[in-house]
């Protein structure tokens, strides 16, 4: 099984760049990381070039030039998703945070995201808020050790949502924390770091 030697830590909608700081400080895994970040998003400039989703990915994917982990929250889920069925041989290992996947949540009792960011954030671009794809019928060919993180108290990504992905992904395992909600991540970064560490280690979650 191959060693990631880059981490590349992707964000959720709101782009927040410091999200991961705190679990990628207490990882002990030895490989690089990076900080990925949305243009556009959370003061980080524009750039004309990122017009779509397909955009933002390609951007993903041109940073797996070498055996990568990707440890995504929330909507950066999606875009760590996509990015591994496009390099499925250089992305070793997946975390993805309470994300819906790419997913079709309409079965779920899932809270929309999308109206309080759009208020929050107007200057966000429309065509990542208003994107929505169902990557539910390719998922069951990526092979990718994954970790599924959750908590038991979160609106907008339920249980039920970690647990389809993870009937979904053949090599997922899902970990829920007790009374978690969407920001578990960054908020247990203590707890959440030695789960990473072990799966990195070990492709098993």
């Known amino acids: 099984m191959q060693t990631p030697s880059q981490l590349l830590f ?26 990925v970040t949305w243009p556009g998003f959370d003061g980080v400039p524009r750039d004309p070039a990122i017009r779509s989703m397909d955009d933002l990915v390609g951007g993903v994917v041109d940073r797996i030039d070498r055996p990568s982990a990707l440890i995504a929250q929330s909507m950066g889920g999606v875009v760590a998703l996509r990015a591994a069925l496009r390099m499925p041989e250089l992305v070793t290992h997946l975390v993805l945070c ?65 647990q389809r992905l993870a009937s979904l992904l053949p090599r997922a395992a899902l970990h829920v924390f007790p009374g978690a909600d969407h920001s578990l991540g960054c908020t247990l970064a203590a707890r959440v770091a030695p789960l990473i560490d072990r799966h990195l280690m070990s492709g098993q979650a």
């Not at 990628?24 to 030895?30: E, R």
């Not at 794809?133 to 390719?138: I, N």
């Open 10 to 35: 992707l964000p959720g909608a709101s782009g927040q760049r410091q999200f991961w700081h705190p679990v990628s400080g207490l990882l002990a895994h030895p490989a690089s990381r990076v900080h």
């Open 98 to 162: 309470v994300t819906s996947g790419g997913i079709d949540l309409s079965a779920f009792d899932a809270q929309d995201w999308r109206p309080a960011m759009r208020a929050a954030q107007p200057d966000l671009p429309d065509w990542f808020i208003s994107y929505r794809e169902d990557l539910a019928p390719r998922l069951p060919g990526l092979g990718i050790p994954t970790l599924l993180l959750w908590g038991d108290a979160d609106p907008i990504s339920p249980v039920q949502v970690g």
